[in-house]
């Protein structure tokens, strides 16, 4: 094997006087795959920049004074389950998103991504007002959704819908 | 008992692999044959064990033997059996046996199709096999026991997650991406040992592209069904999220994309040897990344996966395989320096470079929308996370760019360009994609996005059509059969290239339905009562009643719509809504109308206690079935490259003349 291996090498040695005039469309194209880079690199940039979505955790927000609890927030933290409360004649969502430390209780007048469950991370915006938060949107967090929860988050009550 | 059996079966099979990893590579290192033949009967028998171990696990969850820890997690005396046994691969511990099962089993189809290649080059790939089976097995017998024994097992257990039970396609998806991710373990083993041995050889690298489009076409199709999965369980309207999970699933999917383009020029021009074998290894190493993503609970938060010992242990040998295989890399890229070199920046190959630059630029932005959250807060401790905006953003133009190479590489020639004629070539498929614009424009699409992608899409067709009427035409030249006799024997003779048109169809098909379906949707949200209406493009939808259906494991709420259309009635949707025992939030069942031209989807987003109304979502995709159809396709044309080319001789394979313009089979 590696003889062969040699051999292929030979050619390439020989030519080497040659390759001056071969190399320039690698460069060329190396120029140009750089220039893509660049330009893919900028785009990934931007489009990061632009859409991180930082958020605080209820109990940053608890722990902070009175006026720097005003203006739009983002608040983000972990459903807590069973703490859902939904009023379809108003079209009213309440629920209670925590962190290990507290909890905070959100009322939505806009409907939850159906990804929305017990136990999800969420970060919802909006203002807070009175130890409640208005939202004006609720984003699901990409995380854990399709995997198993693990048994000990599971609420412990069961509840069947009885007619 | 259960667990004692499994737990004998999984260390028994660790202790083998780990002695048939060290036999394969002494035995392959001093050249004794005996050291080897052991290790590939290790291998055999690992699978063996494994099997046994799986076996034993799916007795557990039918038997419903809580005492099993697994079992008592995941099983319930009222899921059914169906769900029961895939339930297997429900949670962390039974997916990880899962895997070594499946890694198994590739490893015993390595030994047994290549029992007659005693090189060294095969020991070691076996031995690489055997190691990853050692890891895993450590797991399972370890951190990841699946096996672990309750001492008060309970008399029920909650059963598996609800959305989890709530199709059939849980049967069929997960085993698909694990055909995929774990068959990618079989082309870089291949690669390791060849390059452990010294470099790589043209069979072996052949060797080494078969067995990465068997993990390629598994991976395809798996995705595709997780896509119909998420579309049809989880009742947003949706099929792709960005979520990490199906990022970590996109990413090696991506990459043996980009190793199957830069093989065919290694293996035509002699050129990227070290590239193209790094693209195999590092699509192996993303799905050990996507394994450690998805498994170890980092997603939850960066401080949530210390907890287990998986997290650590995965990040581990991910950091071992990538040093390995780096430093082997390194000392044999001055052997593997390829003779080949670029001729023209306009040809063949440099359009296979930008589909590898393109492909690779795109993983890496998956990868760091996808990871950027968990290093922020490991970093910096601030919480943030990526909107699905940054990877449409950074997306869409790479998809763009990939899309109108598709079209370029197949009518560039190889080596030396001719710019005149491939203009040439390009003038129909240009005026193909301006007829489309003009005519989807007079159609009344309007959006610049969709028009230029539809744009593309009729140029990459027209100009792949323009090909194989090339083709056709050389052939026929030399043999004057019609063209429904020469069309077969063409395909028939260059599988792999018309394999790689078939695939390229299915993606221009996907790229139709997902542009059409994200960019001319409609959607409607509405409480209804029994005998009210709402309208949603043309579609009118009756609430007809509601119907409570208790099952063994859960309780479905049916809202029964009638659909018509212009005053036409156009049958019923029963969406559905299902409440599981110990679970509160209720799991939704869509109802979807699948039809070539647009779906309409409906969801239960809440329903009455006492049953006088439902709050109704409906949504009207375009062109969704076009997504699963092209998928397929993918699939199909991965199956189709698989099959074995006719071998040519070496003088015919070098001429730039193509193969096929030589009449192959003379008609009587």
């Known amino acids: 094997m590696s003889s062969i291996d040699s051999t292929m090498d030979r050619p390439r040695s020989v030519a080497r006087p040659h390759r001056a005039s071969t190399r320039r469309p690698a460069l060329r194209l190396a120029l140009g795959m750089a220039v893509i880079l660049v330009a893919l690199g900028y785009l990934a940039y931007q489009g990061l920049s632009n859409n991180l979505v930082y958020y605080i955790t209820p109990s940053e927000l608890l722990t902070r004074s009175p006026a720097d609890q005003t203006g739009q927030l983002r608040l983000g933290g972990q459903v807590r389950p069973g703490s859902q409360h939904w009023n379809a004649q108003l079209h009213r969502l309440r629920f209670i998103l925590q962190d290990p430390g507290h909890g905070i209780t959100v009322i939505s007048s806009v409907l939850p991504p159906p990804l929305f469950r017990s136990g999800i991370g969420a970060v919802v915006e909006g203002v807070y007002r009175h130890g409640r938060f208005y939202a004006s949107s609720v984003l699901v967090k990409h995380s854990s959704t399709y995997v198993a929860p693990r048994p000990g988050h599971l609420p412990k009550s069961d509840q069947y819908v009885r007619r | ?668």
């Open chain 2, 1 to 668: 008992m259960a667990s004692l059996a499994g737990h004998v079966l999984t260390l028994s099979a660790l202790f083998i692999a780990l002695g048939g990893a060290v036999a394969c590579f002494l035995g392959g290192y001093r050249d004794r044959s005996d050291l080897v033949a052991a290790g590939r009967i290790a291998g055999l028998l690992v699978f063996g064990l494994i099997t046994a171990a799986c076996g034993v696990m799916i007795y557990a969850l039918v038997a419903h033997d809580f005492s099993v820890k697994y079992v008592a997690d995941v099983g319930s005396r009222q899921t059914p059996l169906y769900y029961t046994v895939i339930s297997l691969w429900a949670a962390l511990e039974g997916s990880i046996l899962f895997w070594g099962f499946i890694l198994s089993l590739y490893t015993a189809l390595v030994v047994m199709l290549y029992r007659g290649d005693g090189s060294r080059a095969m020991a070691y790939a076996v031995g690489v096999l055997l190691t990853i089976s050692s890891f895993f097995l450590f797991v399972m017998s370890g951190p990841g026991n699946p096996f672990i024994r309750l001492a008060n097992p309970p008399s029920n257990g909650p059963g598996p997650n609800p959305l989890l039970q709530n199709h059939p396609m849980m049967g069929l998806h997960p085993p698909l991406l694990y055909l995929g991710y774990v068959g990618l373990s079989v082309p870089f083993a291949l690669a390791m040992g060849a390059l452990l041995a010294g470099n790589p050889r043209r069979d072996e690298l052949s060797r080494i592209r078969r067995w990465a489009l068997v993990a390629w076409a598994f991976l395809s199709l798996g995705i595709i069904a997780g896509m119909w999965w998420s579309y049809d369980v989880l009742g947003w309207g949706g099929y792709w999220s960005w979520d990490p999970v199906e990022n970590a699933v996109l990413m090696p999917w991506l990459v043996t994309t980009a190793f199957l383009h830069s093989l065919q020029v290694q293996q035509r021009r002699q050129m990227l040897k070290t590239w193209t074998l790094t693209l195999i290894v590092g699509a192996f190493v993303l799905s050990i990344f996507g394994t450690f993503l998805t498994r170890s609970g980092v997603l939850a938060s960066v401080h949530s996966f210390t907890q287990s010992a998986i997290g650590p242990i995965f990040l581990g040998f991910l950091t071992a395989v990538m040093a390995v295989s780096v430093l082997i890399l390194v000392v044999r890229s001055e052997q593997l320096s390829a003779p080949g070199t670029l001729q023209s920046v306009v040809s063949r190959e440099s359009a296979f470079l930008l589909n590898n630059l393109l492909l690779v630029a795109l993983t890496l932005t998956v990868l760091l929308g996808t990871v950027f959250p968990l290093l922020a807060e490991a970093l910096s401790g601030q919480s943030l996370s990526v909107g699905a905006p940054y990877f449409d953003r950074v997306a869409v133009p790479i998809a763009v760019g990939l899309l109108f190479l598709m079209g370029v590489g197949p009518v560039l020639p190889w080596g030396a360009s001719r710019l005149e004629e491939t203009s040439e070539r390009l003038v129909v498929p240009a005026l193909a994609a301006l007829g489309a614009i003009c005519l989807l424009l007079l159609g009344g699409v309007r959006g610049t996005g969709p028009l230029l992608l539809f744009g593309l899409v009729a140029f990459v067709a027209a100009a792949t059509a323009g090909s194989i009427r090339r083709d056709l035409r050389s052939r026929q030249v030399g043999t004057r059969e019609p063209w429904y006799e020469a069309f077969p024997l063409l395909v028939r003779g260059n599988p792999r290239r018309y394999a790689g048109y078939l695939a390229h169809l299915g993606v221009l098909l996907l790229v139709v339905g997902i542009t059409a379906s994200q960019s001319f949707g409609t959607q409607a949200y509405r409480t209804l009562r029994v005998g009210e209406s709402m309208t949603l493009s043309g579609y009118r939808l009756t609430l007809a009643g509601i119907r409570p259906d208790p099952q063994s494991n859960r309780m479905v709420l049916q809202a029964f719509v009638n659909v018509s259309q212009s005053g036409a009635a156009k049958g019923s949707l029963a969406p559905s809504i299902n409440y599981y025992p110990g679970v509160q939030q209720p799991v939704i069942t869509p109802a979807v109308h699948i039809a070539a031209s647009r779906d309409l989807y409906l969801v239960v987003r809440a329903v009455d206690r006492r049953l006088r109304w439902v709050s109704l979502q409906a949504y009207v995709k375009p062109l969704v079935s076009w997504i699963w159809f092209g998928g397929g396709l993918v699939g199909l044309g991965a199956i189709m490259a698989l099959m074995p080319v006719r071998r040519r001789r070496p003088a015919e394979a070098r001429q730039e003349v193509p193969l096929f313009a030589e009449p192959i089979e003379v008609a009587p």
